[in-house]
């Protein structure tokens, strides 16, 4: 089973990105999809879910900015960035689960990451 996440990288403040993350190995259609983040010196932390049937979940942080979409015939989930500020600098992970979580540990597999990095 594999997650790999791309779409990283380096954009203005103010700008947009969007992460993507094809699974492989199994389907994940009937899985949560989820989008975290770690930033240099802190602990990775929780930005965006979706579950099977479409509902999704934000950290206040992100909300009204980032949009979180999943395609279950590609397998894939993608996180949609905008008014990016340099405080959403870090590196993107995603993530998969049979059910929706906030916390880092209750997720079962993991994708190796992306950098996104905003400068002011």
């Known amino acids: 089973v594999q997650l790999q996440a791309s779409g990283g990288g380096l954009v203005q403040a103010g700008g947009s990105l969007r992460l993507s993350c094809a699974a492989s190995?199994?389907?994940?259609?009937?899985?949560?999809l989820g989008w975290f983040r770690q930033a240099p010196g802190k602990e990775r932390e929780f930005v965006a879910a979706?579950?099977?049937?479409?509902?999704?979940f934000y950290a206040d942080s992100v909300k009204g900015r980032f949009t979180i979409s999943r395609d279950n015939a590609q397998n894939t989930v993608y996180l949609q960035m905008n008014s990016l500020k340099p405080e959403d600098t870090a590196v993107y992970y995603c993530?998969?689960?049979?059910?929706?979580?906030?916390?880092?540990?209750?997720?079962?597999?993991w994708g190796q990451g992306t950098q996104v990095t905003v400068s002011s």
């Open positions: 993530a998969a689960n049979p059910t929706i979580n906030t916390q880092v540990r209750a997720w079962d597999y």
């Open positions: 190995g199994r389907t994940f259609s009937r899985h949560a």
């Open positions: 979706i579950r099977w049937n479409g509902s999704s």
